[in-house]
């Protein structure tokens, strides 16, 4: 390792050096804790012993080699202080741990697993000209066992495999599974950032899971939280008696959340960082890294009126960049929700070097729209315009993530205004507006068979309401977009190009119309959008096209709509006009 870049914040293989290795003798054990009057190893190999460590470098790393340490066996560190009190630790370079509330950390041979996805590898491209049709689950409620166990990722990835391509979703995006104490904390609130949770298995129960998603044609993305941890006193907090990992001070050191912060301004903070998202990437061949609440990077607690946090805006540029260098393929995708500009431009042209940015705002404007009673759709009907003034400053995904459907928000469907039945129309007229619009796409578990409960991290989606033909219908629909989607290279290949966009009308308040024309270099689509709660007979539009075919209607009667009036195209007229009778709450997509 690079002492001298660990220090100053360069060092991206930090977990090369310090953490558990096999060596031909054994086992070394290294642990960087500069404040630290002595450090001590305990495990199965010494009988839970104390074995000192040796100051090594500048006295502020310390190192043992045990010879009849072996893979699988756990271990704790333990710290001493200056006054001679001491406090067990797990290794933050850990890569494993055992399962909670155990937390001891477990020693892997990261050379066992040897992967067979180099076809995948060789062909991955970060889509920003293709579709990227993101399926967002968490791994311990995507499907559970009967009892209380959780199936492992070898299992899951067999059964999630199946249903992301009979959806067509070409992405999974896992929730954090960086080892965690609390099922609640949904893997945000980490203690070991270099460890795959056990609630699902080992390393390399991890790495066929990924391996055998890009054997079959599915990227997988990690959800990453370099923003904040835990505060549990085995793990990053106080870890040699100083705050080596986070800020000094409560007014910046803790978060809303009730943990600490990174301080992002310590080189050794930023290489212990920037070397965990170079492991998941490097190690597992994770196609990319969802990074959680950048808007805390940006400022200071995530405050614009606190002022931009410039320490931490350079770590995300300088790990940013450094990774797209390494992994031009990768995506790295930013949760964040300000107006700093240049989240997606390159590190080279002054940007934070993100791929793409969640656009919080088209997500919030579009389901409050839907949540409004139609007769007052027409005076807020520029919500749904409005994210086209500002979306061409960054590169956008739409998400519709596990946060938008937990804690009394009501699920997607849930959302949509009025009572049961007439939530269907609206979420199927919904989905079809999202995709036609410009930007990549996001969708929680649950979403797709229009699940009303709220996600429970402890209860898998309720997959059986799909024995109710309306909800068995609504899912097909959305198999049906997805498959439009995937293969339209209309709807993705101009994301990012104004060629790719074209407002046909959005100047119909009182009817509650818009009609929207999605291009590429050699397709088109438009789609006519009904969001009020009455027929719209003899809407018109121009097109350059003398016949315009039916792909996808919202309302067919096969998707449980009501429309049966089996229209497959629409012919123009001498002056290039389509008439249309749009059904209420509807959709429908030509080509």
């Known amino acids: 390792?690079?002492?001298?870049?660990?220090?100053?914040?360069?060092?991206?293989?930090?977990?090369?050096?310090?953490?558990?290795?096999?060596?031909?003798?054994?086992?070394?054990?290294?642990?960087?804790?500069?404040?630290?009057?002595?450090?001590?190893?305990?495990?199965?190999?010494?009988?839970?012993?104390?074995?000192?460590?040796?100051?090594?470098?500048?006295?502020?790393?310390?190192?043992?080699?045990?010879?009849?340490?072996?893979?699988?066996?756990?271990?704790?560190?333990?710290i001493y202080k200056h006054d001679g009190s001491a406090t067990e630790h797990c290794d933050p370079y850990g890569y494993g741990m055992e399962l909670r509330p155990k937390w001891g950390s477990v020693i892997r041979d990261m050379r066992s697993y040897t992967f067979k996805d180099s076809k995948w590898m060789n062909s991955r491209t970060d889509c920003k000209n293709k579709p990227l049709n993101i399926y967002e689950f968490h791994m311990g409620s995507f499907a559970r066992n009967e009892g209380e166990d959780w199936f492992n990722y070898r299992e899951v990835a067999d059964k999630i495999i199946k249903y992301a391509k009979e959806h067509k979703y070409n992405y999974l995006e896992m929730m954090p599974i960086s080892e965690h104490p609390c099922d609640e904390s949904w893997g945000y609130q980490?203690?070991?950032?270099?460890?795959?949770?056990?609630?699902?298995?080992?390393?390399?129960?991890?790495?066929?899971?990924?391996?055998?998603?890009?054997?079959?044609?599915?990227?997988?993305?990690?959800?990453?939280?370099?923003?904040?941890?835990a505060v549990d006193d085995y793990a990053l907090a106080r870890f040699d008696g100083t705050f080596l990992y986070e800020y000094p001070h409560e007014s910046v050191g803790v978060s809303e959340w009730g943990s600490c912060n990174f301080i992002h301004s310590r080189g050794e903070v930023k290489s212990f960082l920037q070397s965990c998202a170079n492991y998941w990437i490097s190690e597992y061949h994770f196609d990319g890294l969802r990074m959680d609440a950048i808007s805390r990077i940006i400022y200071w607690q995530g405050d614009e009126n606190r002022g931009v946090n410039n320490q931490a805006v350079d770590f995300i540029k300088n790990m940013n960049g450094w990774l797209k260098k390494q992994n031009p393929s990768i995506i790295l995708a930013a949760e964040d929700s300000t107006n700093y500009e240049g989240v997606t431009k390159s590190v080279e042209d002054g940007g934070l070097g993100f791929d793409y940015k969640w656009d919080m705002g088209w997500m919030n404007d579009t389901l409050n729209y839907f949540r409004t009673a139609p007769e007052y759709r027409t005076e807020n009907y520029h919500k749904l315009t409005f994210s086209m003034m500002y979306y061409y400053n960054e590169k956008y995904l739409l998400p519709l993530s596990h946060d938008e459907v937990v804690h009394g928000k009501a699920t997607i469907i849930q959302k949509m205004y009025g009572e049961y039945e007439e939530k269907f129309p609206q979420a199927r007229a919904f989905y079809m507006y999202m995709y036609m619009h410009p930007g990549k796409k996001l969708n929680f578990m649950g979403n797709e068979i229009a699940q009303f409960r709220e996600w429970d991290e402890k209860r898998e989606?309720?997959?059986?309401?799909?024995?109710?033909?309306?909800?068995?219908?609504?899912?097909?629909?959305?198999?049906?977009?997805?498959?439009?989607?995937?293969?339209?290279?209309?709807?993705?290949?101009?994301?990012?190009?104004?060629?790719?966009?074209e407002w046909i009308d959005c100047h119909q308040e009182e009817?509650?119309?818009?009609?929207?024309?999605?291009?590429?270099?050699?397709?088109?689509?438009i789609a006519i959008f009904n969001f009020s709660n009455r027929m719209q007979q003899g809407y018109r539009f121009k097109t350059d096209k003398k016949k315009l075919k039916v792909i996808?209607?919202?309302?067919?009667?096969?998707?449980?709509?009501?429309?049966?009036?089996n229209i497959i195209e629409y012919k123009a007229d001498a002056d290039g006009m389509v008439m249309i009778d749009m059904l209420p709450y509807s959709g429908v997509m030509l080509a």
């Open 552 to 565: 996808l209607n919202s309302e067919d009667s096969q998707y449980a709509g009501s429309d049966t009036r």
């Open 461 to 501: 989606p309720d997959y059986d309401i799909l024995k109710y033909p309306i909800h068995d219908a609504f899912n097909r629909y959305i198999k049906e977009l997805n498959n439009i989607y995937m293969k339209n290279n209309a709807l993705s290949q101009l994301d990012f190009d104004e060629d790719g966009f």
């Open 190 to 229: 980490n203690t070991g950032f270099y460890a795959p949770t056990s609630r699902y298995g080992t390393a390399d129960d991890l790495k066929y899971f990924i391996d055998k998603c890009h054997q079959n044609n599915i990227g997988v993305i990690l959800d990453f939280v370099p923003v904040h941890f």
């Open 511 to 525: 009817r509650c119309i818009y009609a929207i024309k999605r291009k590429s270099d050699k397709n088109q689509v």
């Open 1 to 78: 390792m690079d002492y001298y870049g660990f220090y100053t914040g360069t060092e991206f293989e930090a977990h090369k050096y310090l953490g558990a290795h096999l060596t031909e003798d054994g086992v070394v054990f290294r642990v960087f804790a500069p404040a630290a009057a002595k450090i001590t190893v305990m495990g199965d190999f010494n009988d839970w012993n104390e074995t000192e460590l040796n100051r090594v470098y500048n006295g502020q790393f310390f190192e043992v080699i045990i010879n009849d340490a072996k893979p699988g066996m756990i271990y704790k560190y333990k």
